[in-house]
């Protein structure tokens, strides 16, 4: 039994609302559709999951559907062993999907997930840990230059790749001409960053990421250090210039240690704290973007993804 969580406030599924139709048909005597328009709703089917035994739970909405899903399922599963999950990239950003290697539309990724089930096809299982922030469940955590490229991509009129890629170029085109939108976008922020209880030195970053996955977005390889150690995640701590990161630019790509002494930290780690020195921390899992008074970041566990 397959249960799908249709998130219809998903901007590609408020597009496309006869996607719901499409879906409901692929999933005719395998599985049930649930429209989930509220957090509540997610409860209720994690809750139907684990008293009805189902082994495949989808998330048709993007990256932050699928945080809250795992987020909401572990909560309510406790000890049980979650259900695989299939991500069915409905949503504006698939960062996580796109990392992963996982392509296709709603409707293609579910038919090929039913069609593996019955022997009918190929069938893609991955065991990926995923990261614990602050409670919630995902697999890229960040702050500092993370955040504020996430809010200025929200606050744009659009999202999705293309403005993406847009603000990418406009953050290149701007630290080539010295000019002031790279440089605010990677000011250095005054952080308190311990890692497996052994605070760093330094005390103002540019980059704070931490991830479980490898490719961080279209291809880059920012943490390739991901899968080195069961229970610990790629942490990087830095305080690159604008400047700097495009010398690095060919390196940060293809997954190879960066020697500048901006480079603060790069390496696996199990448990890692961020405290602010100016109040609150602004930070992010998995594109969406919180504050909190810290950031304490450790693996939970792992999930099974299908594809």
């Known amino acids: ?15 496309r609302p006869e996607r719901a139709e ?29 008293e009805t035994g189902c082994k495949v739970v989808g998330v048709n909405g993007g990256d932050g559907s699928l945080q809250m899903a795992m987020t909401i399922f572990a909560d309510i599963y406790k000890e049980h062993p979650l259900p695989s999950f299939v991500v069915m990239r409905g949503g504006t950003m698939n960062t996580v999907a796109g990392g992963l290697g996982i392509k296709g539309t709603p409707e293609s990724i579910l038919s090929k997930v039913v069609k593996g089930l019955k022997d009918q096809g190929p069938l893609t299982r991955m065991k990926n840990q995923v990261l614990c922030a602050n409670g919630h469940l995902g697999f890229m955590s960040g702050a500092a230059v ?20 847009k603000m990418g170029f406009q953050i290149a085109g701007s630290t080539l001409a010295g000019t002031g939108y790279a ?29 479980t996955v490898e490719d961080i977005s279209m291809g880059c390889r920012a943490t ?17 210039s604008p400047m700097q990161i495009v010398g690095q ?17 790069s390496a696996p780690a199990e448990q890692v704290t961020i405290r602010s020195e100016n109040g609150p921390v602004r930070w992010m899992l998995d594109g969406e973007c919180r504050t909190d008074d810290r950031l304490d970041i450790k693996v939970w566990g792992e999930v099974e993804l299908l594809w």
């Open 22 to 50: 499409r879906l409901a048909k692929i999933l005719e005597g395998v599985g049930t559709l649930h429209q989930t328009r509220s957090v509540d709703a997610v409860h209720d089917v994690a809750r139907h999951c684990l």
């Open 224 to 240: 390739p250090r991901a899968y080195e150690r069961k229970g610990a995640f790629h942490f990087m701590a830095c305080s690159l």
């Open 146 to 165: 993370v955040v504020r490229f996430l809010d200025a991509y929200y606050d744009a009129p659009s999202q999705g790749p293309v403005q993406a890629v």
């Open 183 to 211: 440089k605010e976008m990677f000011k250095p922020e005054p952080l308190i960053v311990e890692v497996d209880g052994e605070p760093l030195p330094e005390t103002e970053f540019s980059i704070i990421l931490g991830c």
């Open 249 to 265: 630019i060919p390196r940060l790509w293809t997954g190879r240690d960066i020697p500048h002494d901006a480079m603060h930290y």
């Open 1 to 15: 039994m397959i249960s799908v969580i249709h998130n219809p406030n998903a901007k590609q599924n408020r597009k």
